[in-house]
């Protein structure tokens, strides 16, 4: 069984559509994080949930907004997708009492906007 | 100043090379360190973590400096599947909630 599944892998899409990712973890953790990497493969954190609630905020556009239903899931939704956001979103989940900093990662969903 | 520095890569290497990756943080406030490896358009995923006196993990030895903000990842006796991008990772808080990814060295080894 996959740990972090996250769908869809490729995603294609026109600037100014609205597009969904979602992530789903079954290892029991009690944080789940969005990161994105860019053309550069620069890897950085987007928005951090633990136990449902938002931890981490980083300096993300307003047009991204996450959702976490419950602990084992946090979905990415976008609005009026722009160029730029081309990149793989990579979803996360830890375990941060454990306090082993070893983050899971999913596949990765590699999001083309034209 | 960036939060997390490495090495620019690449660094092209002959198998059974011994090859070195640097790092430097820029908060001193951080309190784990770890090396992450990717492998070309897959997730990243921990290679090991990095203790204060210095860690190995078989052919791999990490080392921090926490005086000098400076971490470093030794690979000996190079091997052809550890061509990647090695990925310096240090926490941002206390609460290790937020991990901060260096952009990554690139390694390849060659036959």
């Known amino acids: 069984d996959t740990a972090v599944s996250q769908t869809p892998k490729y995603l294609v899409t026109q600037m100014g559509n609205d597009k969904s990712i979602k992530c789903e973890q079954n290892l029991g953790h009690d944080t789940m994080y969005w990161y994105k990497q860019d053309s550069k493969k620069f890897l950085k954190i987007m928005f951090s949930?633990?136990?449902?609630?938002?931890?981490i905020n980083e300096t993300v556009p307003n047009r991204f907004s996450p959702k976490s239903p419950d602990k084992a899931h946090l979905n990415l939704h976008i609005n009026s997708l722009e160029l730029g956001d081309s990149a793989v979103y990579f979803c996360?989940?830890?375990?941060?009492?454990?306090?082993?900093?070893?983050?899971?990662f999913g596949e990765g969903s590699r999001l083309t906007v034209l | 100043r960036k939060e997390v520095e490495q090495d620019p890569g690449p660094f092209n290497v002959p198998e059974g090379a011994t090859v070195a990756f640097n790092c430097t943080y820029s908060n001193s406030a951080s309190q784990s360190f770890f090396w992450y490896r990717q492998d070309c358009r897959k997730e990243p995923k921990l290679l090991m973590s990095v203790y204060s006196s210095g860690n190995e993990d078989g052919r791999f030895t990490a080392q921090l400096n926490r005086a000098s903000q400076y971490i470093s990842l030794l690979i000996r006796d190079s091997k052809l599947s550890d061509s990647a991008t090695y990925l310096c990772v240090v926490t941002a808080n206390q609460a290790g909630t937020a991990l901060i990814f260096g952009k990554g060295t690139t390694l390849s080894v060659s036959s």
């Open positions: 949930y633990n136990n449902k609630e938002l931890i």
């Open positions: 996360a989940s830890s375990h941060v009492a454990a306090n082993t900093g070893e983050l899971f």
